[in-house]
């Protein structure tokens, strides 16, 4: 054997597998680049726990407060385990029930709050979320609401939204401008209830208007999927009307922020010019550089430990950076699934998919347990102001929703029975609207009881959306005639109308 046909002279292993030098190389890699993704995720929850709520002192999770380390490392591992516990029963449930899984996940998170058994049974606070390692859970749920952003970006098709059709464009707007307008108008009765303490009318407002008109794309997707309507006509404008609202939504929700942050008009479009000028120039510049590493790594045959570091170095990243240009860290983590978006057989795509069925049973329902401790629906009750109050928006959300979205498609040439299902569907708000309205308490825009009201408006909406589409006949869970039966009938206006939907 000759020494250029040596293994170890080539840089190949012995048995014709990769190089031997990346047995020294990879490991190296991936430490540094973890090293960085720990960095990130450090400077992403700076500040983060006190600012939750029922948050302890650092001190109380470093051992500071008399708790021991290993003690507090025991009671968050038992803390996730009793809420994963009950939030898959929470999500077996409502499935049961004909209800999306993520339904019972929030009614599982709003039972452990002060409106039922911690109100009950104070000392159930300690077992789910105990004082002394609140800070570790705090800040383990946004990294949870986080990744779960950055799971809706990549699921986002780009694509399918500029092949929409006429009709979409113009229902997508009216199912966004006539909630958001009517929400706006609303802001005039509601607002000495709900407006956090020193925020102006106009960013209250601007976000009550956009709280009015959110769609949760996620939960519309698995609500279309298990409706049976994911490859019929009243499905795909359904997802693709809720992704343009979307888009349109993130843009005012950051506009609103950026008016409550920046302390005057020319403050907030200096802020959203810079968060459009990043936007830009991570979507031309990064998703090309994406692609580029993606190959690269199919190439060099990156193992799995790497290219999870990387997407979570990617997504913590840019919501740092969305989060010190005064706009919230959930639209950098959206902003950064757009770069990594989802294409079936892609090695990163099924490394991403993992990560996020991972987050949703163990760190999205943490995330819930954090909203629904702060949801009291006892002190919303007592006060007859509030409760008129959140009827006000409970009323106002469902006819600005339903009624706009299914007014303009029945302009737009579509029968009355998928116009009504379009808007059904559109209504529901779930996990988006609840990680929209937890934005909303942080920044100061909406105050304790707004956030309590529009949580319950939240879980409402979307609960009413599987029975509404059966009291439609929309739903095609299951077959009511039997197979070819419709055909048999003569063509009238309502067999046409079944091939819409």
Known sequence: MTKAEHPRASGRSPRGGPPA????????????????????????????????PGSASPDAATGGGGTHPSETILRVTCALAAVAAVAALGGRLARRLGQPPVIGEIAAGLLLGPSALAGLVPASTEVFFPESARPLLSLLAQVGLILFMFAVGSEFDVAELRRSGRVVGVVSQASMVVPFVLGALSALVVYREFAADGIGFIP?????????????????????????????????????????????????????????????????????????AVTVVVLRVGRPLVRAAERWADRAQVPVAARVVFLLLLAFSLARLTDVMGVHAIFGAFLAGLLVPHRPGNRMTAVQTGIDSLNRKLLLPLFFVTVGMTVDLTAVTGRAGLLLAGVLVL?????????????????????????????????????????????????????????????????????????????????????????GAETASPVTGEAKEKELV
């Open 21 to 52: 030098w990346r047995g020294v190389v990879w490991p190296l890699l991936i430490s540094a680049v973890a090293l960085g993704a720990l960095i990130a995720v450090l400077g992403f929850g700076l500040g983060t726990p006190e600012d939750l």
């Open 204 to 276: 209250f407002a601007i976000f009550l208007g956009t709280a009015m008109s959110i769609t949760a794309f996620p939960v519309l997707a698995r609500i279309v999927q298990e409706s049976g309507l994911a490859r019929r006509p009243l499905g795909t404008m359904a997802m693709a009307c809720a992704a343009a609202c979307d888009v349109i939504a993130w843009c005012t929700l950051a506009l609103a922020m950026a008016v409550a942050g920046s302390g005057g008009p020319w403050g907030a479009v200096g802020t959203v010019l810079l968060a459009a």
């Open 395 to 483: 009323v106002v959300a469902v006819v600005g929703k339903l009624a706009g979205t299914a007014v303009t498609a029945r302009s737009a040439g579509l029968p009355w029975r998928t116009s009504l299902g379009l808007g059904v569907l559109l209504n529901a708000r779930g996990v988006t609207e609840i990680v929209v309205l937890r934005a909303g308490l942080e920044a100061g825009l909406i105050n304790q009881n707004a956030f309590t009201v529009l949580v319950v408006m939240a879980v409402v909406t979307t609960v009413m959306t599987g029975p509404a589409l059966d009291l439609l006949k929309l739903s095609h869970r299951r077959t009511s005639a039997a197979p």
